[in-house]
């Protein structure tokens, strides 16, 4: 059994890991609308109604800020996107639900912003650091596991004629494309974008 | 002839017209990498070494300054993707030279970023306003263009069985996700981004 003391303690840090969590992912949100550039202790601290030095005790700098956002609209890309993919045969199945499902999170985004990925990858993509670090190992991860289900589907004799990682390049930068021009208001851009992956990869059954 | 205190009053003016010029040239250089977020009047003066209330005279406010950036950025991009494209025929010679200066442009950027229009509509696609309208009618010019050209190669037989719009917005996923990646160091983005292009509209001659 933990001593009264023990449990205390426990708790506390429960607590510090849960403000942390809720914190994070309100800067995810701010983040996805209004850039990781634009969030600071402050502004958050005041948004969620906490004092300025509870929100630097838990995260220190804006860098250590916005490497949190990152982490937390990760943590809801995969829960989103990838996680109800994975329950799909592997390989072209899967890959076809990937899409599908990134397509459901722009149509309907769960992030004010659109889709964290694609905002924040154009934000700091010219600003080396480790804040550009993160976002290119994330984006790193991504591509690793489209390539995969395109070398999958291709091995079931799907997709054959393409290259893999230019296939991932090609529907990665058009289902950014379409978030970028939904977020902008462009009503059709959905629809012109599902289709061009239609085209190139096939129809949803 | 003009008296004594008009030509004073023209020099003042075109002295600040120059100054404008110039401040918003940086302006654009400093939004392509670190975004139109990050922009200050302050941040301005101090790089150039003028003052501060000096460069607030010029434009007012950040918002003024954000627009005076994109519409030099807008001027960058002209000059070095449309201009050199309209000396070619039209239709399919024009279009593929659009395109071809436009990874030129991402190969080789003008601005230190990269491309402004690709950093700035992701950055600002989720914030109403006047900024955004500015960069939608930006957008929506670049757009008419290619599909201008595009609809041009088609009378000539060219590009046929394609869908104006959605090869104009799959030819500018392609080459903005290239911006992208080639920002973020992927080195080999470019190779794969013409390839795909190639592919799409049939090699360059």
Redesign the interface.
């Known amino acids: 059994m933990p001593t009264a003391e023990e449990q205390i303690s426990d708790q506390r840090l429960l607590k510090g890991a849960r403000a942390r969590a809720a914190i994070a992912r309100h800067a995810a949100d701010v983040a ?4 990781l ?2 969030l600071s202790l402050g502004r958050l601290a005041t948004d969620l109604g906490v004092s300025k030095s509870g929100v630097a005790t838990l995260f220190g700098t804006k860098e250590k800020l916005q490497l949190a956002a990152i982490e937390s609209a990760r943590e809801v890309f995969i829960q989103h996107v990838i996680v109800p993919a994975l329950s799909r045969d592997k390989g072209m199945p899967r890959l076809r639900a990937l899409i599908d499902n990134w397509f459901a999170y722009i149509a309907e985004p769960v992030l ?3 889709c964290f990925r ?2 924040s ?3 700091f ?3 080396p650091g480790p804040v ?1 670090d993160a ?2 190992a994330d ?1 790193a991860d991504w591509f690793a596991l489209l390539e995969k289900e395109i070398r999958r589907a291709q091995d079931q004799g799907h997709l054959t004629g393409h ?1 893999a ?2 296939l991932a ?2 529907l ?3 289902v ?2 379409a978030n ?2 939904a ?3 462009e009503d059709s ?1 959905l629809t ?2 599902r ?2 992956v239609d085209a190139l990869i096939g129809a949803n059954a």
């Open positions: 996805s609308a209004e850039g550039t634009g004010p912003g659109g694609v905002q990858a154009t934000e993509d010219s600003r550009r976002l290119a984006r290259d990682h230019a390049f090609q990665d930068a058009i950014a494309a970028t021009a977020q902008m208001g851009a012109t974008a289709g061009i």
